[in-house]
């Protein structure tokens, strides 16, 4: 995570809690959507650090429909937001509303939200369009005083923007997901430790590497983690990365025998 400047803290600190009290009471008076996205365009402007006259766009015009709101900075759109009323409950169908949104107007980076519950997606531009949820949080929860905290309003802030935190978060949450992991179950490297523990239990169990990973794969595994496109591209990843791990290690034999 990236170091929080002073400001960036302090103004976390002094309005997270206000709009944790006027998003309680917006909640109690059941507002409806408009009165929703006046609070959420405070919340981007005080609590997030956006121009709230030059930054935030209301009602951008995307072929023929508009979007709630926009975050424009250096004339360059950095998230489309999708908002409802604070007392509909986000679903499916609102999720694709807003990544029909990015895709149709080429940007990546979308946000739904109901002022309480946020999700942010970023889009993969494949045929057909896909997205990752990159973050989400409740923002009654959010402790303004927590790293863990700070670090979900950083990567959606006017500051997070320069130093590429989304990106950088997005990347981290890409790193831990069920393809990767599953991705690793199956690398010869933890197949052989399988081995080797399974000879510990019983020294008598004669079972190669090959009936390990086909046991993985058809009775331990989801077949939704070692199969498709998400487990095929996580698999690539992880191949990479092992031969990248190798490669260095066999360059560094090659120094120490010159030496």
Not at 41 to 58: M, N, S, W
Not at 112 to 134: A, C, H, M, Q
Not at 184 to 198: F, M, Q
């Amino acid at each position: 995570m990236a170091v929080l400047s002073k400001k960036t803290i302090d103004r976390f600190s002094k309005n997270v809690s206000k709009f944790q009290g006027i998003l309680r009471l917006a909640k109690d008076r059941d507002v409806n959507e408009s009165d929703t996205v006046s609070i959420i365009t405070d919340i981007l402007a005080d609590v997030l650090g956006y121009d709230k006259y030059l930054e935030i766009t209301r009602e951008l015009a995307i072929r023929s429909t508009y979007c709630d709101l926009a975050i424009k900075v250096d004339n360059n759109i950095q998230y489309l937001i999708e908002a409802k009323a604070i007392g509909i409950e986000l679903k499916e169908n609102h999720l694709r509303q807003a990544i029909d949104y990015g895709a149709n107007h080429g940007i990546p980076w979308v946000i739904l939200t109901n002022g309480i519950s946020w999700e942010i997606y970023k889009i993969r531009f494949e045929k057909p369009i896909n997205y990752d949820l990159v973050c989400s949080f409740n923002f009654l929860e959010i402790n303004h005083k927590k790293e863990v905290d700070q670090e979900k309003l950083f990567i959606i802030s006017k500051e997070g923007l320069s130093k590429d935190a989304r990106e950088d978060f997005h990347e981290k949450v890409q790193s831990f997901n069920r393809f990767i992991v599953g991705a690793i179950i199956l690398n010869e490297n933890v197949v052989n430790t399988i081995k080797k523990e399974l000879k510990k239990l019983n020294a008598g169990i004669k079972v190669d590497n090959d009936q390990i990973q086909k046991m993985l794969s058809s009775e331990v595994l989801k077949r939704d983690v070692i199969e498709g496109d998400e487990a095929i591209k996580a698999q690539a990843r992880m191949k990479r990365f092992y031969k990248k791990q190798e490669s260095a290690a066999s360059k560094i034999k090659v120094e120490a025998v010159s030496v």
